[in-house]
C-alpha cells in the first residue's frame, strides 16, 4: 500500500494548460505503475492515462491523445498529468493511483489518491 497526495487542480479557460502532481510515500515508486483516472459529476470514473515504473511506456485514452502527457520522476517519487488545449469536457476530478499490473483496469490499482478538482470553462 502506498499513499498519494495529489495537487494542482483548478480552474482554467477552454484552450488552456494545467499541470497536475502526484507524489507518493514509501521507498518503492519505482515498482509501482501509476495511473490517471477521472470523474465527472453524475458519471463513471474513467481511464485517462498510465506509465510503466521506469517511464518506458505509457498508454493514453483517446479521448486524450494527443493533448494530456502522463511523465514521473522516481527521484522525486512523482508522477505527473500535464494537460494542454483543455475543453469543457475535461471537467473532473481527477485521481492517480499506483498498481502493480500492467493494466488500466480500475480493479488493478492498490492506492488512490484523494482526488483534486480540474474545472474548464468556455
Known amino acids: 500500500q502506498v499513499q498519494l497526495v495529489e495537487s494542482g487542480g483548478g480552474l482554467v479557460q477552454a484552450g488552456g494548460s494545467l499541470r497536475l502532481s502526484c507524489t507518493a510515500s514509501?521507498?518503492?515508486?519505482?515498482?509501482?505503475?501509476m495511473g490517471w483516472f477521472r470523474q465527472a459529476p453524475g458519471k463513471e470514473r474513467e481511464f485517462v492515462a498510465i506509465?510503466?515504473?521506469?517511464?518506458?511506456?505509457?498508454k493514453y485514452a483517446n479521448s486524450v491523445k494527443g493533448r494530456f502527457t502522463i511523465s514521473r520522476d522516481n527521484a522525486k517519487n512523482t508522477v505527473y498529468l500535464q494537460m494542454n488545449s483543455l475543453k469543457p469536457e475535461d471537467t473532473a476530478v481527477y485521481y492517480c493511483?499506483?498498481?502493480?499490473?500492467?493494466?488500466?483496469?480500475?480493479?488493478?490499482?492498490?492506492?488512490w489518491g484523494q482526488g483534486t478538482q480540474v474545472t474548464v470553462s468556455s
Open positions: 493511483a499506483a498498481g502493480v499490473l500492467w493494466n488500466m483496469l480500475p480493479f488493478n490499482f492498490r492506492s
Open positions: 514509501g521507498r518503492t515508486f519505482s515498482s509501482y505503475i
Open positions: 506509465i510503466t515504473g521506469s517511464g518506458g511506456d505509457t
